[in-house]
């Protein structure tokens, strides 16, 4: 699929093709990792497109690319504990198992979330110390399990409304917000190396959400509990995406509680079909959001949230638009692809090349909330 946008396309003509590669320039610009979520095969999104595994496969295990993986699904509680103390590692360790066979980081995806919840959770009255439990319960086994194997997990997910508030959540309506220390507190107990991290959407921009993140993690460091990151989903959309410079503050205001930050889900959607005019918009957006990370010494990352149209979760909940990724549907890449590139290149911003990366750290506690 061609596309004549300018910019993306002279900077694709002015690199060689084998060295166009995200993982490879991201690392050059000073980050860990350039990455790329991935799903079980035969499941979900992938589900009829077995035709494309070869030549998909061949992309996600080239580190030059890809230098990190988290599995989209597989180890959400509604696929790892369906039922009460019946664990099924299946689906995560299919993509725990790419990553370890590939040499690529494994960021790890997620312990407590309100969405994608087995029905045994939502649905059963809890006490104060039965809930409390069943999450010391499913961290210890889920990370326990992973022990050694992950970079970062997504401890807590989603806990805020868009006015910064907490949101309404089974864990929440119980527990208020001890359930978030409870879920760090038990994390840090049971793998110490791993990094913790906050994650949510709509914080890539200062505002009221983005000020609830932060109080998330004043809150768990007021009480000595470990938080080493905040995670910026950044599921974004192409004609109304935040700012290179609001990217950039929000990350600066994350990186002065001394934690690190990652875009840990990006994508940016786009009305289809696809033409001209979105994909400029969609690969300033990839520009920006990867330009940014690049610019700001405490964002350590960028994880795309798969890297082939069709396995993408856009279509599926936002009707009418899709094409979020950076491979389209016959494996040619976006413009997007070249924008992101460029922006590893340091041309974003004019700045000439990364800020020595400071070091962060956060407090560690053994006790257990």
């Known amino acids: 699929m061609l596309f004549s946008v300018a910019a993306p396309l002279l900077v694709a003509a002015s690199l060689p093709l084998a060295a166009a590669q995200l993982d490879l320039y991201a690392k050059k610009a000073g980050l860990k990792y350039f990455g790329a979520a991935t799903d079980s095969p035969g499941q979900r999104e992938r589900a009829g497109f077995e035709a494309a595994y070869q030549q998909y496969d061949t992309i996600l295990k080239d580190t030059n690319e890809f230098g990190q993986t988290t599995p989209t699904n597989g180890q959400k509680w ?42 045994w959770v939502e649905e059963t009255e809890w006490t104060a110390e039965e809930l409390k439990s069943v999450i010391v319960t499913h961290i210890t086994h889920v990370m326990g399990h992973y ?53 949510d959407y709509n914080i890539e921009s200062p505002g009221p959400k983005s000020e609830g993140a932060i109080r998330i993690a004043k809150l768990l460091q007021d009480a000595g509990i470990r ?51 979105n994909m400029a918009w969609q690969a300033e957006v990839y520009k920006n959001s990867t330009g940014a990370c690049a ?20 279509p599926a909940v936002f009707p009418g638009e899709g094409a979020a990724l950076l491979w389209f549907d016959d494996f040619t890449k976006h413009p997007a692809y070249y924008a992101a590139i460029e922006a590893l290149r340091n041309k ?22």
Not at 104 to 117: A, E, F, G, I, K
Not at 154 to 167: H, I, K
Not at 350 to 356: D, F, Q
């Open 147 to 199: 022990r050694g194997q992950c970079y970062a997990w997504d401890v807590v997910n989603e806990a805020l409304n868009e006015d910064g508030t907490y949101r309404e959540s089974v864990f929440y309506n119980v527990l208020g917000e001890e359930f978030i220390k409870l879920a760090f507190s038990t994390a840090a107990a049971i793998d110490p190396d791993a990094k913790l991290y906050y994650n």
């Open 227 to 277: 938080i080493d990151g905040i995670g910026m989903q950044a599921h974004l959309v192409a004609s109304r995406a935040p700012s290179l410079d609001e990217q950039i503050a929000v990350m600066e205001s994350y990186g002065a509680l001394g934690v690190e930050v990652a875009l840990t889900e990006l994508d940016v959607r786009v009305e289809t079909p696809v033409n001209e005019t």
């Open 348 to 369: 974003t911003g004019g700045h000439a090349c990364k800020p020595e990366r400071r070091s962060v750290g956060s407090r560690r506690v053994s006790q257990i909330y």
């Open 78 to 119: 509604l696929f790892i504990e369906p039922e009460r103390g019946v664990f099924n590692f299946t689906e995560g360790d299919i993509v725990a198992s790419i990553a370890a066979k590939n040499g690529q980081l494994l960021r790890c995806h997620t312990l407590v979330w309100h969405s994608q919840l087995a029905p």
């Open 295 to 314: 610019q700001v010494p405490a964002c350590v990352g960028v994880t795309i949230w798969d890297f082939y149209d069709p396995f993408s979760w856009v």
